[in-house]
């Protein structure tokens, strides 16, 4: 039997100022931005948040925390600086697990326990839905329960560990350049993309290549080898 499409119903009350309307799931895009906020980059840890209020501005961005959380959050880091080195922390232990089990299956090595035990323990922040009138009828809300961090980094996880699980990860893929190990969907036909960029990150490594050849090349004209060929 088919669905009727008018509105299950229509309410004209606003929405409860407490509901959230934004979507639930964060883009793949977003996820994977924010694991590259913490790279590896010839095998030093890099870490774009400097504090914590660069964390609270870049989930507002991307609408992983509400205004009022915003605000209320940057006021009480302001006030409190231990508090914003806390949850910094929180960040960027969430944030280096979620590429530690993004790492594990691009490479398709198992995944660490300590970062499973981590991006599971975020997982379990809780939300509950709400239906709320929208002007087309009704549509999906939710309403966060508890530290609003804690629901950015569970959005965040919650996007990666479906991907990871159910979606395509095949296509997700790590720069191979040693100065940008930066986390990718490859769209390519071929599947075979090794770099974030191929005007950047792959035309550095050709270059690079080109210049160990020459290095290797001179070293054995000096040495006295003859290139039979030459
Ligand atoms: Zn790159």
Same mark, same amino acid.
């Given at each position: ?18 509901? #959230? ?30 504090g914590p209020?660069?964390? @609270?501005? &870049? ?31 929180? +960040? ?12 594990? $299956?691009? #490479?398709?090595?198992? $995944? ?9 323990? @975020? ?6 839905y709400v ?15 508890? #530290?609003? +961090? ?13 991907? *990871? ?29 090794? &770099? ?8 550095? $490594? %050709?270059?690079a290549r080109?210049?160990? %050849?020459?290095?290797? *090349? =001179?070293? $054995? ?8 060929? =030459?």
């Amino acid at each position: 039997m088919a669905h009727p499409s008018v509105p299950l119903a229509r309410v004209s009350d606003d929405p409860p100022p407490e509901v #959230d309307r934004h979507g639930h799931n964060a883009p793949l895009e977003d996820c994977l931005e924010f694991v590259n906020t913490g790279r590896h980059v010839r095998g030093r840890r890099t870490n774009e948040f400097a504090g914590p209020a660069d964390a @609270i501005e &870049w989930f507002a961005a991307r609408n992983l925390a509400h205004e009022d959380a915003r605000q209320r959050l940057l006021a009480r880091y302001a006030a409190d600086p231990a508090a914003g080195d806390a949850d910094l922390e929180l +960040i960027r232990r969430v944030r280096d697990a979620m590429r530690g089990l993004l790492e594990a $299956a691009v #490479d398709g090595r198992v $995944a660490s326990r300590a970062d499973l035990r981590t991006v599971n323990r @975020i997982l379990r922040t809780h939300y509950v839905y709400v239906l709320v009138p929208a002007s087309d009828g009704i549509a999906l809300g939710h309403r966060h329960l508890g #530290d609003p +961090i804690a629901g950015a980094l569970g959005r965040l996880a919650e996007t990666l560990a479906r991907e *990871l699980s159910q979606g395509m990860p095949e296509r997700l893929r790590i720069c191979e350049s040693p100065d940008c190990s930066e986390a990718f969907i490859d769209r390519s036909r071929t599947g075979r993309r090794r &770099w974030c960029d191929m005007a950047t990150c792959g035309n550095r $490594a %050709k270059a690079a290549r080109h210049r160990e %050849k020459r290095r290797m *090349l =001179a070293a $054995a004209g000096s040495a006295g080898v003859v290139d039979p060929t =030459a």
